[in-house]
């Protein structure tokens, strides 16, 4: 690099001038993206100090006064108070579920729909499939109330014509956490196996054919060639997956919920919108963000070096 | 090829999981679509299963004679047709620049952009923000604050990459800028990814919810059709009906529940199946690293 005291030769002048003359409109394009994220973003994270100051409403966070316990106070708050501890292990465990069941969901499906021959009855399923990724959770949270409210819900009604007693879905915290499982499945599922299809095309057919010249019949076919051949997208997409575990949606857990459940429905997400918006206790709610952004980012890595150690080829 | 038998009843269960799943993602539909149908005496019986008893479409005629419901619905239109013009614009510019390999800075750029997708802030300091600029509760921001996501910024440039480099190159030996060349031959060629992209942000819009929820509360004029209708299936506000009899019959109240619902969920399912062969292809294109 150049220091502005050395004289530039002429040709560097003159390169720079074309360069500046052919390029100076896409940095003008850039202006306005490269101002958002500035604004939106990088503005933000300087309020995160408010995590170790007391807020106060007339004051900038630059001049508020550090918390105490060196500036930990808030986080010290957040972990000895009784719904925060509740919100963390709801958090986990829900998502854990989901890892659990709403993983290995898409890559089945996707190899059923791989082994359905006829055309265009794989194009109807996979339209009608990639329906509910595309409604809101409240829109989904009203889908299941009709279906499942004790009396009167489509399911219960069913329940009941059967001779069974009516189960409460969404209205007792057990029931309640496996229809929130369930319905995550529901909505994502299909939409999730695109990805899982489009490595599939990826796969050559000729270990197929080969395959077959060996006698493998289909399940040796799947277990054999498909799965193998879709390796790197499930460890790709289980590091994501990884990241993301404590990690948590607001709308989904928020539509859901009832006053029944919110021993197993208020996670995080909720109890930042509860504490900090309604609340006003901005600066427990900013270290609560804080621990959550910072704990996401540790697992990120985590599962990333741990699939690299494995012999994968992680996500960078 | 000649198949055996075995295979053949192999393709049939196959055939008839793909069936069980149709009927788990439409029943709930059906389901709702026929109570929204059906006369109350029929709803409080629980005699509504998949086909409507009674069929009416008494409590359509009552949530759009409601006056707020349908302002909301054309409110949340207007907000998502501006915001998904305003986030198409934004990607493009924002993913064209960075397909340039030799800008200086593109580096530094891409690395500021990147690195917002891993680590944020978090909602209150984004919510202090937008006090402090005078936003909340302001139309603005149910548009600006999440017009630019990183993940549809990354689906453009990889799609843009994806166009001969000797397009452009002879474009620019014909003396075009990098802005002409980006409306006469990118833009025309990105229909796919214009589509899936366009379709993303607009049904993020439409059915967004906690940034209404967050930052619009007390604003109810400006409530998008999600906020208003999580308030009337949790009964906090309520479709206004002229006679008294709504809400104190309970099954009215389920079919005009039902009502709602179908007026939020049909604009959209109008139009994601057209663009299903677009959208398979942007989605593909996100899982493709960098």
């Known amino acids: ?316 | 090829m000649v198949k055996s038998k075995k295979t053949k009843i192999g393709d049939l269960i196959v055939a008839f999981f793909c069936f069980l799943l149709i009927l788990a993602c439409l029943l709930p539909m059906i389901n709702v679509l026929s109570r929204s149908l059906s006369s109350t005496d029929a709803l409080i019986r629980n005699e509504v299963l998949l086909l409507p008893k009674g069929l009416n479409f008494d409590s359509y005629k009552m949530v759009v004679d409601d006056p707020k419901y349908t302002w909301s619905l054309v409110w949340t239109a207007i907000i998502t047709v501006i915001g998904t013009c305003l986030s198409m614009i934004m990607t493009t510019i924002c993913a064209y620049p960075l397909t340039y390999d030799n800008l200086k800075g593109k580096r530094f750029i891409n690395a500021l952009i990147i690195f917002t997708m891993y680590f944020n802030a978090g909602t209150i300091p984004l919510y202090l923000l937008l006090k402090d600029l005078h936003l909340l509760n302001r139309p603005a921001v149910l548009v600006i604050p999440y017009c630019l996501s990183v993940f549809n910024m990354i689906i453009m440039r990889s799609f843009f990459y994806g166009i001969p480099e000797s397009l452009r190159e002879s474009a620019e030996i014909d003396g075009a800028g990098p802005i002409r060349i980006l409306i006469s031959i990118y833009l025309p060629l990105s229909t796919p990814v214009i589509a899936t992209l366009s379709l993303f942000y607009a049904v993020g819009r439409w059915n967004g919810f906690s940034d209404a929820l967050m930052f619009m509360n007390n604003k109810r004029e400006y409530w998008p059709i999600q906020l208003l209708l999580y308030n009337i299936l949790n009964n906090v506000t309520s479709i206004e009906v002229s006679t008294q009899e709504g809400f104190t019959k309970p099954g009215l109240a389920d079919s005009i529940k039902a009502a709602t619902v179908m007026f939020a969920t049909v604009p959209i399912l109008l139009v994601y199946p057209w663009l299903q062969k677009y959208f398979i292809v942007g989605v593909t294109l996100g899982s493709i690293k960098e």
């Open chain 1, 1 to 316: 690099m150049k220091t502005s005291s050395a004289k530039p030769s002429p040709k560097t002048v003159q390169k720079t001038i074309n360069y500046v003359k052919r390029y100076w409109t896409l940095y003008l394009l850039l202006l306005l993206p490269v101002t958002y994220f500035i604004i939106f973003k990088y503005i933000p994270m300087t309020y995160i100090q408010i995590a170790f100051k007391k807020y106060s409403i007339v004051q900038s966070p630059w001049e508020m006064p550090w918390a105490d316990n060196y500036g930990f106070e808030y986080f010290i708050k957040a972990f000895s108070n009784r719904d925060f501890l509740l919100a963390l292990r709801n958090t986990i465990m829900l998502n854990f579920l989901d890892l659990l069941v709403g993983f290995p969901a898409p890559i089945i499906l996707a190899i059923l729909l791989n082994e359905l021959p006829y055309k265009r009855f794989k194009r109807f399923t996979q339209t009608v499939a990639y329906m509910p990724h595309f409604l809101s959770w409240i829109i989904i949270s009203g889908l299941a109330k009709q279906l499942f409210t004790p009396t009167s819900g489509l399911v219960n009604i069913v329940l009941d014509r059967l001779g069974f007693e009516p189960i409460p879905f969404l209205n007792d915290p057990v029931h309640w956490v496996w229809t929130y499982v369930f319905l995550g499945v529901w909505q994502s599922v299909g939409w999730n196996t695109i990805i899982y299809l489009a490595a599939i095309t990826g796969i050559n057919p000729e270990l197929y054919e080969a395959a077959e010249i060996d006698g493998a019949g289909r399940f040796r076919k799947i277990w054999h060639v498909t799965l193998p051949g879709l390796r790197p997208t499930i460890i790709t997409l289980l590091i994501l997956s990884l990241g993301r575990i404590l990690g948590s949606e607001f709308d989904r857990p928020y539509a859901l919920s009832n006053n029944l459940v919110t021993e197993v429905s208020n996670v995080i997400s909720t109890y930042v919108y509860a504490y900090g918006i309604k609340g006003l206790q901005f600066s427990l709610t900013t270290a609560v963000g804080i621990f959550q952004s910072v704990v996401c980012v540790i697992f990120l890595f985590a599962a990333n070096a741990l699939a690299k150690k494995f012999g994968e080829r992680g996500i960078w």
